[in-house]
């Protein structure tokens, strides 16, 4: 993404893995407060949780803007 290749599972995979099958929205909180929500029709095969070389785990997409990338995701919430 932007030039960079963002390696981490995706997360349909996490939810999948987890048994979740069927949610409203999910809500990521990351680094200083930060948070983004995103509708089921949001979550696809390219929102990728992406391993930092700092051991955490950053939230990337497509459709999303950077600007708005969670850092440091730290919790998933799904509805």
Avoid: C
Wanted: aromatic residues 8%; charged residues 25%.
């Amino acid at each position: 993404m932007e030039g960079k290749w963002e390696e981490g599972p995706t997360l349909p995979d996490v939810l999948a893995a987890t048994g979740i099958k069927k949610f409203k929205q999910v809500t990521l909180f990351g680094a200083e407060g930060a948070k983004l929500t995103l509708t089921e029709a949001q979550v696809n095969r390219n929102v990728v949780l992406d391993f930092t070389n700092h051991g955490t785990v950053k939230f990337s997409s497509l459709a999303v803007p950077k600007k708005s990338w969670i850092k440091d995701v730290s919790t998933i919430r799904v509805e």
